[in-house]
Each structure stands twice: as structure tokens, then as C-alpha cells.
């Protein structure tokens, strides 16, 4: 009884305009909602004024004797009108973003190869009154599945005219072009409905096996191309290097063989001192026995031995000391020697640690 009478008492409320209008709470199954067509739950013919509630995720459009004075923003709203001749209609559209899924297969790219593709796009409303118009047309509710049946043909108009002009290539390595393609023809076509595209993912493009194929084969062979002329690159570059220490060595020995003259040492005779050590330290000869090593050791000493000393060192007499050049030792000479390696660092003959070695023995010998 008490379940009946308050139904009655808001029933009569809002045949007076006594009752504002709103959307009704529980009623989230669609995303628009219409001011019933039932005379005992719209507003009387014979009330004046009625009051319309707008909520913070609504805008509502208004319908004032078959005209449209436009959309209202989240508030509250009082409205005349002429008793019994004039019509009030209301329709609550809700604002959020919405997601709608969107798929499309056997379309031909460019270069006429089928493909499919799938995503999902976010969109949100953007004009109501063009909204209505165009895709409303006087439908009391219209739920998300039924916006994306309305939206499905639009989505699959669009994808297919824009791989229709790409080639497959762009579709499998230039995906955020493909992208933007498609959102700015797709925000195009949505504009003309009322709608705004926020945003449109495309999850997954499916290319035929063979194309794949064929591009992982294409790739394969460009990186193969690519180490190769690394290898090269790297081959000539050792071979410059190896370059450059063989002369820095050749120089070091030309350096180390005329200070040997000018001390009066022969560096033949060096050499083979050097290699009967070398024979004496290690054990392992290519022949056995402590005599033939001893008689082989003997040999060579016996042949550096006789070979004839160098030639003694003339001094100058103090009459030819002024006509004759520079020696070894002579200050002047070991001067031009400094200069001369000062111009072979300068040029990249030799290197610092050389350099520093060198001239640092120079300047002792200056310094004597």
C-alpha cells in the first residue's frame, strides 16, 4: 500500500513539473536514455515549467516543440512552456569513453596480396545533436553492441580503401604510418556521426606465410651483406695496424744497429751471442747429447770469436778536428739526432714511449 501510494505521489509530482527529470538510476544498460512516451511519467501537458537534472558523465539534449535548442552540460534546468499545445522531449547521453573492438579480412593491399587485420578503437561522444540525427533517429535506447553493429560497416569502409593503397611492405615495417593513416581517415568518417576517435589500436595484421617468409629471407641476406663488409672493414684495419708496427719496429732496429757502429759493436756478432744463450738455456735441441751440444756451442763461439775486431777508433788530431764532420759523440751530432726524431713523431714514424726512450738516451749522452 505504501509501495503504491509514493509511485502514485511521484507519478502526480511529475505530471505538475513538480519532479525534475533525470536519468534514472539503475538503468545502465544503454547509452542514452529518452524521456518516456508514457503520459503517467512525463511531464503534463498542462505544467508550465519543468525542471531538467543533467549529471557529471551526461549531456542532454533538448527537444522544444520538434526543435533542438541545443546541448546541456552537467546541472540543473527549469523549463517553460505553453500549456497544452507545447511538447518537451529530453534524451541523456552518456560521455565516457568507449571501447568498441573492430576486425576485417581478405582485403587486398596494393600490391595484391590478401590480408586481415583486428584492434580495438576508444571513442567518446562529440557532438549530440549531429549524434541524433545521424545515428539516433529516435531510438529510445541504444546499448554498446548496438553502436558497434551500427559502427562495424564504417570501420571495415575505411580499412579497406586505406591497405588498399599501401603495399605490403609498409604494413609489415612501418606499422605507425599505417596507423596514422587509419586514424586520421577513420576520425574523418566518426566526425560526420557525432563521434570522436581518441584512439585506435591495431593488435595484430596477419600477412600470408610465403610474404613472411620471403622478408625474413630478404633481411637474413641484408645483415649477411652487412657483416661482411664488417669483416672487411676489420681485416683492413688489423692489416694498417700490423702496417704501422712493422715500421715502428724497423725503425727501432735501424736505430738500435747504427748506436751499436757508433759504440763499435758488430750486430752480427750480437745475434749470435744472442741465440748460443738462447741455446744454452733451453734443454729441448733438435739433437741429443751433452757433447754434441757442447762440440755445436764450441762451433759457434769459435767463428764469432774469429772474426776480426772492429777497426779502433782514430782520434783527431787537434789540426783535423775542425775540417772533419761531426763524430757519433759530438754534441752537434747528438743534437741532429734529437731533431730528427722531434720530426718522426711529428710525421707518426714512431711513437711517444720511442720517443721518450730515445731522446732521453740522447740527452744523456748530451749531457757527458
Request: net charge negative; aromatic share 4%.
Amino acid at each position: 500500500m505504501g509501495v503504491r501510494a509514493e509511485a502514485g505521489a511521484l507519478a502526480y509530482a511529475t505530471r505538475r513539473g513538480r519532479r525534475p527529470l533525470q536519468w534514472p538510476v539503475g538503468q545502465d544498460d544503454s547509452i542514452i536514455h529518452r524521456l518516456p512516451r508514457d503520459p503517467r511519467e512525463r511531464a503534463s501537458i498542462f505544467a508550465e515549467t519543468q525542471a531538467i537534472i543533467v549529471n557529471p558523465d551526461e549531456v542532454a539534449l533538448v527537444i522544444e516543440d520538434g526543435r533542438a535548442s541545443g546541448d546541456l552540460q552537467p546541472g540543473s534546468y527549469m523549463f517553460e512552456k505553453t500549456r497544452v499545445t507545447g511538447s518537451l522531449d529530453v534524451i541523456w547521453m552518456k560521455t565516457g569513453q568507449r571501447q568498441l573492438k573492430w576486425g576485417l579480412g581478405n582485403v587486398c593491399t596494393r600490391d595484391g596480396i590478401e590480408v586481415s587485420a583486428n584492434g580495438v578503437a576508444h571513442l567518446r561522444l562529440g557532438d549530440p545533436l549531429i549524434f541524433n540525427r545521424e545515428l539516433l533517429q529516435g531510438a529510445a535506447r541504444l546499448s554498446e553492441v548496438d553502436l558497434q553493429r551500427l559502427l562495424m560497416p564504417r570501420f571495415q569502409a575505411v580499412l579497406r580503401s586505406v591497405i588498399a593503397t599501401c603495399p605490403t611492405a609498409e604494413l609489415h615495417a612501418q606499422r605507425e604510418l599505417f596507423d596514422a593513416r587509419v586514424s586520421q581517415a577513420l576520425g574523418d568518417t566518426l566526425g560526420d556521426i557525432g563521434l570522436l576517435l581518441l584512439d585506435l589500436e591495431v593488435v595484430e595484421i596477419n600477412l600470408p606465410q610465403e610474404f613472411k617468409t620471403a622478408m625474413a629471407r630478404g633481411a637474413l641476406s641484408r645483415l649477411g651483406g652487412e657483416a661482411e663488409i664488417y669483416e672487411a672493414q676489420t681485416r683492413a684495419r688489423v692489416a694498417q695496424l700490423d702496417a704501422q708496427a712493422d715500421h715502428a719496429g724497423g725503425f727501432v732496429r735501424a736505430e738500435l744497429m747504427a748506436h751499436m757502429h757508433a759504440r763499435g759493436i758488430d750486430p752480427a756478432q750480437v745475434s749470435v751471442l744472442d741465440s748460443l744463450r738462447s741455446m744454452a738455456e733451453v734443454p729441448q735441441l733438435p739433437f741429443s747429447g751433452g757433447a754434441a751440444r757442447a762440440a755445436l756451442v764450441g762451433q759457434l763461439a769459435q767463428t764469432v770469436l774469429s772474426q776480426p775486431p772492429p777497426p779502433p777508433t782514430i782520434e783527431p788530431s787537434p789540426s783535423t778536428s775542425e775540417a772533419l764532420p761531426p763524430g757519433p759523440e759530438d754534441p752537434r751530432a747528438i743534437e741532429a739526432q734529437i731533431d730528427k726524431l722531434v720530426e718522426r713523431l711529428a710525421n707518426g714514424e714512431i711513437s711517444e714511449a720511442l720517443f721518450e726512450r730515445l731522446s732521453q738516451r740522447l740527452e744523456r749522452k748530451l749531457a757527458r
